[in-house]
């Protein structure tokens, strides 16, 4: 835990160089530690077993042409 608190604390130093998504990937990374670590109740992860569905692969393929100048972090993709 210790070493993504100062990965993220030089990323923030530093100004974020490696960009929003790195960030995003390293509280995301907390986030699982922390769960994992002091959640009171306990669940396994499930095993994504297969792939995405030609549908949902195409909206997704959509989405990032129509927003190639936007910044694509991993929350601003639509629910």
């Given at each position: 835990m210790m070493a993504l608190l100062v990965a993220?604390?030089?990323?923030?130093?530093?100004?974020s160089p490696a960009g929003r998504l790195?960030?995003?990937?390293?509280?995301n990374a907390l986030a699982v530690y922390?769960?994992?670590r002091y959640a009171v109740r306990r669940r396994v992860p499930?095993?994504?077993k297969g792939?995405?569905?030609r549908y949902l692969l195409n909206r997704v393929l959509e989405y990032v042409r129509s927003n190639l100048a936007e910044n694509l972090g991993?929350?601003?993709l639509p629910r």
């Amino acid at each position: 835990m210790m070493a993504l608190l100062v990965a993220m604390a030089t990323d923030l130093d530093e100004g974020s160089p490696a960009g929003r998504l790195y960030g995003e990937s390293l509280s995301n990374a907390l986030a699982v530690y922390l769960l994992s670590r002091y959640a009171v109740r306990r669940r396994v992860p499930k095993m994504f077993k297969g792939e995405l569905p030609r549908y949902l692969l195409n909206r997704v393929l959509e989405y990032v042409r129509s927003n190639l100048a936007e910044n694509l972090g991993s929350r601003s993709l639509p629910r």
